[in-house]
């Protein structure tokens, strides 16, 4: 009856103790039953339906000792099947399925065989498991990009602290092979820093004014007002406005907020000195007096310098302005004050829903309710066992 799920019963409460108590055990390194892993040829979602709508709400061993009203599990339902004097224990993971035969060694053309009969039986059953189907939350896992974003920004970050003090340039003495050769390596070492701060500062001053708009973007998203949800070319035309204005209309555009943003506060002139920024280097604009970093006189094509040192390592030196890492540095933490400036204005309810998806690479959408959540522990967890799987049997499925 292994094959015929169709006849496949649910034991009684009284068979399940005593399967517990009596199942067969491998004896002398013999197994007593089979075990296979389904990660491709069975659909968790359709084994489940066609499960729960058989034998109804999972009620085996696993699901028994499961956390409640938690994701955060590694077996996250199980049902225990009698197959005539046979026991099936089916069982769900994250992504897989685990089917476990007591009472017979089941060779892979078997394992071929069983899940071709249960699928068959799918037909039979397709009424049921429709209705059963009907009643599950759909969601959609999406990429938070606020948090992509951060951790790109993070990891510049941390680039430029480790480089955030600038070398000495003070020339060696040259007088010795000794000094020659220390210098070399002085210019050597100036060379493949900048080349390593330069992209890491350029970068992060690009970055920052996008974080920052992404922050305030994923406010808007998780804490939008019902007038919004309600409406998409309302919500569109908000989430489109230039970034103060979005920043002045978070207190009525979405909920949770005990107050608005202070234009005259501090946090908010540094966050409104890192986006007024943007634009001009988002368009590698040039400007004379701001970008320069040294004056020179020049008698026809003379060149002189007001202060001498030497040429090369003065080359450097004045990259370090260009480079600017204090100011990326301090522009960056400035839009890290804003964020806990915003959260600091919503009610505790609200703060905390957005800070618990501020970190989440992935969230929820139910976009039949329009609803945003998380899904899932910020942690993946799996069981590596010594078990067979069924894209790995040396058989034509």
């Not at 009698?82 to 060779?107: E, F, L, P, W």
């Not at 992209?199 to 804490?223: G, H, K, Q, R, Y």
């Not at 309600?230 to 949770?256: A, E, S, W």
């Not at 040039?286 to 080359?315: H, M």
Request: net charge negative; proline share 5%; hydrophobic share 40%.
């Amino acid at each position: 009856m292994i094959f015929a799920p169709e006849k496949w019963e649910k034991p009684e409460p009284g068979e399940m103790t005593d399967y517990l108590k009596n199942r067969p055990m491998a004896r002398d390194g013999e197994p007593r039953g089979s075990i296979l892993v389904f990660r491709k040829h069975l659909s968790p979602l359709a084994v489940y339906k066609y499960l729960v709508s058989r034998f109804g709400p999972p009620y085996g061993f696993q699901t028994f000792v499961k956390k409640p009203n938690d994701s955060d599990n590694l077996v996250h339902w199980d049902y225990l099947i009698k197959a005539g004097s046979i026991m099936i224990t089916i069982q769900g993971g994250n992504r897989d399925i685990q089917v476990q035969i007591d009472g017979k060694i089941m060779s892979p053309e078997d394992w071929v065989q069983f899940a071709k009969a249960l699928k068959g039986d799918f037909g039979r059953c397709s009424a049921e498991m429709a209705k059963a189907g009907a009643s599950f939350e759909r969601w959609s896992i999406v990429s938070n990009r606020f948090v992509m974003i951060a951790d790109a920004c993070a990891g510049l970050h941390e680039a430029l602290t480790e480089e955030a003090d600038a070398p000495n340039y003070t020339p060696h003495n040259r007088n010795t092979e000794e000094g020659v050769q220390e210098y070399y390596a002085k210019i050597r070492e100036a060379g493949q820093r900048a080349n390593r701060v330069f992209s890491a500062s350029l970068s992060l001053d690009l970055i920052t004014p996008v974080l920052a708009e992404a922050f305030v973007n994923l406010v808007i998203f998780l804490t939008q007002r019902d007038e919004l949800k309600q409406n998409q070319r309302q919500y569109d035309h908000y989430i489109r406005q230039p970034i103060d204005t979005r920043v002045f209309d978070l207190h009525m555009k979405c909920k949770g907020f005990a107050r608005g943003i202070d234009q005259n506060s501090d946090e908010y002139k540094a966050f409104k000195r890192v986006m007024d920024r943007r634009n001009h280097h988002l368009h590698g604009n040039i400007d004379p007096v701001k970008d320069a970093v040294e004056t020179v006189f020049f008698d026809k094509f003379t060149p002189l310098y007001q202060r001498g040192g030497d040429p090369i390592l003065e080359l450097f030196k004045k990259k370090e302005a260009v480079f600017d890492i204090p100011g990326v540095l301090g522009r960056y933490q400035d839009v890290h004050v804003f964020f806990q400036y915003v959260l600091a204005l919503m009610e505790t309810k609200s703060r905390g829903e957005v800070e618990m998806l501020m970190s989440d690479e992935t969230f929820g959408y139910d976009a039949s309710r329009k609803k945003p959540g998380r899904l899932f522990a910020s942690h993946e967890v799996m069981m590596l066992m010594p078990l067979d799987h069924d894209d790995e049997l040396d058989v034509v499925w």
